[in-house]
């Protein structure tokens, strides 16, 4: 029923000269971010030279999430979009978007990352298959902020040593935050790590661990994979099952008892991207 809902405004936008890309008067130029994270990691290069606007909002599951129609009004002044490349939401809405607003440039960051697949090969359009939570690993972003520091030097080229000298402290942060985090973890090679939805695939990659989640494609288990999933468990000694904040608590809980353990909040999307990973990882070190 929204999307319909959003199809009408769509027209309405249009047939009322509603101008695409365009700034409004002494105006930011508007760049949109699917995520949290991402907000942080464009005003790490651009300050505030740009007005930065979230498209998932705090609180909401970006594999579910629906636009509200007062979002259409800042997607139709935006000059730029960084999308995170196969986050849920984007797959549903990104057509949308882009029809709300021609003129505005659409950027995938995630282009050119070393990126997981699920079990079957992917054909070449595939999005539905990969990964989506691509920010979870400092190597990824260092080639995240490489792309937004090129994009907002051609929006902005008069800026253009300013952002080249903000990138260079935040790729010195990306860097601290890997160290930071294999001090922490050396001694946690091939832990397994059980989570609902499998949020630090590329965490456990970079750091060594195994993933092991309740989630398969999104779906919930059947009773064949919680019984091996119970099985890892109990042959590991692990006590602890992750769950994002997004998520019902008690998706987790029944998990939970069965192994005699506890269930334990994270938020990949925190805005304060680089300690929250910090502390991911001292929560899987301690558990």
């Given at each position: ?12 936008l ?10 409004r ?14 907000k942080g990691?464009v ?7 740009f007005?930065?606007?979230v498209?998932?909002?705090h609180g ?14 800042e997607?139709s ?19 949308r ?13 995630s282009?050119g990352?070393?990126?997981i697949?699920?079990s ?6 595939d999005r ?13 972003v ?6 937004i520091l ?9 800026n253009?040593e ?16 890997d160290?930071a985090i ?7 090679q091939?832990?397994g ?7 630090l ?8 661990l195994h993933?092991?989640?309740?989630e ?18 109990r ?6 099952i992750?769950?994002?904040?997004e998520f ?5 809980r ?5 192994i005699?353990?506890?269930v ?24």
């Open positions: 029923m929204m999307k319909n809902m959003l199809i009408i405004l769509l027209t309405i249009a047939w009322t000269g509603c101008r695409p890309g365009r700034t008067p002494m105006e930011k130029p508007v760049i949109l971010v699917s995520i949290l994270p991402q990691f005003e790490k290069i651009g300050g505030d030279d007005q930065v606007s498209l998932i909002p909401a599951n970006p594999t579910t999430y629906s636009l509200l129609p007062g979002q259409m009004t997607i002044f935006a000059s730029l979009w960084f999308r995170m490349g196969y986050v849920g939401f984007e797959l549903s809405w990104g057509d978007i882009t029809e709300t607003n021609p003129a505005m440039k659409t950027v995938d960051l282009q990352l070393p990126l697949g699920g079957f090969p992917l054909e070449r359009d539905a298959g990969i990964d989506p939570h691509t920010w979870m690993s400092p190597a990824n260092k080639i995240m902020a490489a792309t090129e994009e907002l030097t051609l929006l902005n080229p008069e253009r300013i952002y080249a000298e903000r990138y260079r402290r935040f790729a010195t942060l990306a860097d601290s935050t160290t294999r001090e922490i973890l050396k001694d946690c091939g832990k790590v059980i989570t609902y939805h499998p949020s695939t590329y965490f456990a990659r970079d750091y060594g993933q092991h989640s309740v398969r494609g999104g779906k919930e288990p059947t009773p064949g994979h919680m019984a091996e999933l119970t099985a890892i468990a042959r590991d000694s692990i006590r602890t992750f769950i994002q904040s019902d608590i008690e998706m987790a029944v998990f939970a008892e069965e005699d353990g506890e334990i909040r994270i938020w990949p999307l925190n805005p304060e991207w680089s300690s929250n990973l910090i502390d991911i990882a001292r929560l899987i070190r301690d558990k």
